[in-house]
């Protein structure tokens, strides 16, 4: 068995020189619930915001360098280089990533000048989204289905392509509408990511926000299990990434 480690960013652990000697531990997540004191009643009422909480993840990690003080510049700066919000994932459950936030932090343990250890704190979501879901599903035309493994209700991220001609359209997947107001005269790539709320046009490979295009306030919602998809003949093309999780 190989050196275990973690991919943050895009990059692995292994290429900054850190190996993960100690097996993260795992946690089933607490529910984000809002709670009420109700007039009358001894128990508080809980509403569940449909949501979890986030919770940490530490990798114990020895990494060589002579001199280490290089070894540390670098792997700080790699780790505070990144989004706020990135990607991560390890080689102790490679079905899932998860999104997470380095907030920074650590004491590094020096061993005789040319070996250090250290414990790499990740905040990251309850979601792990199922790698073997991350393949888009492409209608070239409106009908077909797509399914939902997760007992949960989904949010995608979804790329649809006008014809051209025609002004605005709605997407339908499962019981969830989104309709599209965008203008005539043009022919527009439009991604939506329902997760973060959130329309934008890809143009000359710059982006512009098109937040207004959306009618109304619900984004697409992909429920458990089948869910069949259709859209208006405005548009030319509807891309999924179902975003499939487990927790």
Not at 49 to 70: I, T
Request: net charge negative.
């Amino acid at each position: 068995m190989g050196d275990h480690y973690f991919v943050f960013n895009g990059v692995s652990s292994l290429d900054m020189g850190l190996v993960v000697k100690k097996v993260p531990g795992r946690r089933i997540p607490r529910k984000d619930l809002e709670t009420y004191r109700v007039p009358g009643r001894s128990e508080p009422l809980h509403v569940w915001k449909q949501s979890w909480e986030p919770y940490p993840v530490r990798y114990e990690c020895w990494f060589l360098g002579d001199p280490p003080e290089k070894a540390i510049h670098a792997i700080a700066e790699w780790l505070h280089g990144a989004p706020v919000k990135s990607r991560l994932e390890d080689s102790y459950d490679t079905t899932v990533y998860r999104w997470a936030t380095y907030e920074g932090g650590a004491d590094v343990d020096m061993l005789m000048r040319t070996a250090g250890k250290f414990t790499v704190e990740f905040t990251v979501g309850a979601q792990g989204y199922l790698k073997s879901y991350e393949t888009a599903i492409v209608f070239a035309q409106s009908g077909g289905f797509l399914n939902n493994p997760s007992p949960w209700a989904t949010r995608p991220l979804i790329r649809a392509v006008t014809d051209g001609i025609r002004v605005g359209g709605t997407i339908n997947i499962g019981t969830s509408a989104l309709t599209i107001l965008f203008p005539g005269g043009g022919k527009y790539e439009i991604w939506i990511d329902c997760e973060e709320e959130e329309a934008w046009t890809v143009v000359d490979g710059g982006e512009t926000s098109v937040n207004l295009w959306i009618d109304g306030a619900d984004f697409i919602e992909i429920q458990p299990g089948r869910n069949d998809v259709s859209f208006t003949n405005s548009f030319e093309s509807v891309t999924v990434w179902t975003r499939a999780y487990t927790l």
